[in-house]
């Protein structure tokens, strides 16, 4: 009897091991979407994306970025993440966030803790939402979650890295997982009950659909916990003026404009 349990046994961990390592769980199109994806990243190098920037920038500008670099080329360490800060922040400034968001990255490598981490995710989320070719928009995708990932890493208990980091897929879909960041923040919320930074960005989704009942609940939500927060009172203010009123929008609109 104990032979036949045996071989069951042994038999039942061979057909698991076949299942898994002898036969490709991914849907053919899925591969050939990864295939595809990564071979469109391997193209988009930061040499390619500074050639192309170059020939954009003013002879003065292309100068200072040069003495810049040769000033962080000269240094180490932290010395030389600070002169990178101001590096990045210099391409930032003349229109190529995702350029910056490479530097912010090296710093990021350079101090290796969780805030310059998030920085350089940050950057490259706000490339994300400005570039326009697609394959800049695929590599700044990729680093974004990476650095957001890292961030996480090194202070895991810091929900924001995390609302971040679904909204990278909220930006840029996963073509075979859509709903991945909406699904993210859902469970973040879930989670976290009362964190009004999570419940601000899904009132923006519900607002973007136009599921403005549901955004307006949220909002609510959000400022019985914090009277004052002023992303909810700009969201507010949008809300009442796609719904024709104006005399709730303007009463939003005060907070929302408060400096």
Known sequence: MLKAQNIVIILSVV????????????????????KTRSQNLEATSIDNLLIAARDQLSVEQNTILQNLKSDADKVEGTEKADVLKNYASTWYDYGFPTISGYYAEEIAKLINDADSWSMAG?????????EE??????????KAVKAFENARSLDPQKVDFQINEALVYVE????????????????LNTKYPENTAVMNQLARL??????????VERLETVLKLEPENQMAHCLLAEVYDRKGNSELRDQYLATCNKK
């Not at 073509?175 to 859902?186: A, F, S």
């Not at 519900?206 to 955004?215: G, I, K």
């Open 122 to 130: 940050t950057t490259y989320l706000l490339a994300l939402k400005g």
């Open 206 to 215: 519900a607002l973007q659909t136009n599921q403005l009942d549901r955004a």
């Open 133 to 142: 070719d697609e394959v800049t928009k695929d590599f700044a995708a990729e």
């Open 172 to 187: 840029r879909p996963l073509k075979e997982e859509p709903m991945k960041g909406i699904l993210m923040l859902r469970d």
């Open 15 to 34: 057909l698991v091991a076949l299942l898994y390592f002898g036969f490709d769980h991914k849907p053919k199109n899925i591969k050939d979407l990864e």
